[in-house]
């Protein structure tokens, strides 16, 4: 069986990229939806980016 905080890191990290192509494709679109969610797309996808490293940090300091 998989390591259920593996398998978390894992989702941490799709969640990052989904929100990245999100904001990506509204940017590549432009008009009003770029204009009202580009800002606080970026902001999620550095809220969680930033867990996903702490979440990889933690694992790799934990199964030394």
Request: with cysteine.
């Amino acid at each position: 069986m998989a390591d259920p905080f593996l398998t978390l890191i894992i989702l941490a990290c799709v969640g990052v990229a989904i929100i990245l192509v999100l904001g990506l494709g509204g940017f590549a679109g432009g008009g009003a939806f770029n204009k009202k969610h580009a800002n606080k797309l970026m902001r999620y996808r550095i809220a969680a980016q930033f867990v996903a490293v702490l979440m990889i940090l933690a694992y790799v300091y934990f199964r030394k």
